[in-house]
């Protein structure tokens, strides 16, 4: 599963919940970044919608950390918005750069909000991280 298709499932999983879209995060680099903020208040004014943002920018093996992305905690404090952390343990049956799933089951743990409006963005990005790699739990 390449990153395109990891956005487009998230993408139906987040429809089916209602007006939601989702907005992948770029590779770090300057345009990315106004890519992102541009889609998603374009996003959130035309329809009052949620985002779902990917701040790692790429899949990640599991048990492996890098800096995420900044655009979704800037986006998020720009609009007065909380953030949601998503934590998921789909790394342990999707490698990164493999051919073939394990199987099992995937687990998704939903955190509570981060208030992002009026605070560093760096920090927020950094409250959501640590809360999402503390809750990455490896397969029973």
Request: some cysteine; overall charge positive; hydrophobic content about 40%.
């Amino acid at each position: 599963m390449d990153e395109l298709d990891r956005v487009l499932m998230a993408q139906i999983l987040v429809e089916r919940q209602g007006r939601n879209e989702v907005v992948p995060e770029g590779h770090e680099r300057l345009g990315d970044h106004i890519e992102v903020l541009r889609q998603g208040k374009d996003r959130m004014a035309k329809l009052g919608a949620w985002i779902l943002v990917f701040p790692e920018g790429t899949r990640m093996a599991a048990g492996e950390t890098r800096r995420y992305g900044s655009s979704g905690a800037l986006l998020a404090a720009q609009q007065n918005c909380k953030i949601v952390p998503v934590a998921h343990n789909a790394g342990f049956f999707w490698p990164r750069r493999g051919l073939l799933k394990k199987r099992g089951t995937i687990r998704v743990v939903i955190g509570p909000p981060i208030e992002a409006a009026g605070r560093d963005v760096r920090e927020v990005n950094e409250q959501a991280q640590q809360w999402i790699e503390a809750h990455v739990y490896p397969p029973t």
